[in-house]
T-cell receptor
Framework: SQQGEEDPQALSIQEGENATMNCSYK?????LQWYRQNSGRGLVHLIL?????REKHSGRLRVTLDTSKKSSSLLITASRAADTASYFC????????????FGQGTTLQVKP | DVKVTQSSRYLVKRTGEKVFLECVQD?????MFWYRQDPGLGLRLIYF???????EKGDIPEGYSVSREKKERFSLILESASTNQTSMYLC??????????????FGDGTRLSIL
């Protein structure tokens, strides 16, 4: 079952521009996570935001969470060609088991 | 750094074969996961293990089984491989989550082709 739905499915920008990806989910959550996947590789964890947090920063990444709208956004500022990858949100669907439900991802292309 | 190692990056097998995919993590994580990733379908959980010899079915367990005899190793078994099991298989591990959550650490994946 798909919990997270990312929007847009694909995004193409120039180096130096900001990239914003959105994620919507359906059920209550304890936390929401964002991952990056380079082509042909595994996923890499970027950031975790808990349900009682509204915003979190990590380097050039900014994540927001609006639990009333069941949505989150990932902003990458001053993007670089190396940011080209697929980005996934994942939620725990209010479970303490450690299982995550992943969205289908946003494919980001940053042109040099 | 956590390292999750999958035994093969690429694997080609024939229909009807029994296929073993191995995954080893080096950080004493309780939880281990097997996903398959297909274009347009995202990551789908096949099986989950929260302790040695403990397992739980995910969303798409049909045609698969798992084994976790040691904490660091989680094996995915395709009992009788079929062409619709051609996919990218990803293994992940994490600490026990609780309500605060824990990140999952992924291996680089095994791209499996069933001919």
């Amino acid at each position: 079952s798909q919990q997270g739905e990312e929007d847009p499915q694909a995004l193409s920008i120039q180096e130096g521009e900001n990239a914003t990806m959105n994620c919507s989910y359906k059920t209550s959550i304890n936390n929401l996570q964002w991952y990056r996947q380079n082509s042909g590789r595994g996923l890499v964890h970027l950031i975790l935001i808990r349900s009682n947090e509204r915003e979190k920063h990590s380097g050039r990444l900014r994540v927001t969470l609006d639990t009333s709208k069941k949505s989150s956004s990932l902003l990458i500022t001053a993007s670089r060609a190396a940011d080209t990858a697929s980005y996934f949100c994942a939620t725990d669907a209010y479970s303490n088991t450690g299982k995550l439900i992943f969205g289908q991802g946003t494919t980001l292309q940053v042109k040099p | 750094d956590v390292k999750v190692t999958q035994s093969s990056r690429y694997l080609v097998k024939r229909t009807g074969e029994k296929v073993f995919l191995e995954c080893v993590q080096d950080m004493d994580h309780e939880n281990m996961f097997w996903y398959r990733q297909d274009p347009g379908l995202g990551l789908r959980l096949i099986y989950f293990s929260y302790d040695v010899k403990m397992k739980e079915k995910g969303d798409i367990p049909e045609g698969y089984s798992v084994s976790r005899e040691k904490k660091e190793r989680f094996s995915l078994i395709l009992e009788s491989a079929s062409t619709n099991q051609t996919s990218m298989y990803l293994c992940a591990s994490s600490l026990t989550a609780g309500h605060r959550g824990q990140p999952q650490h992924f291996g680089d994946g095994t791209r499996l082709s069933i001919l």
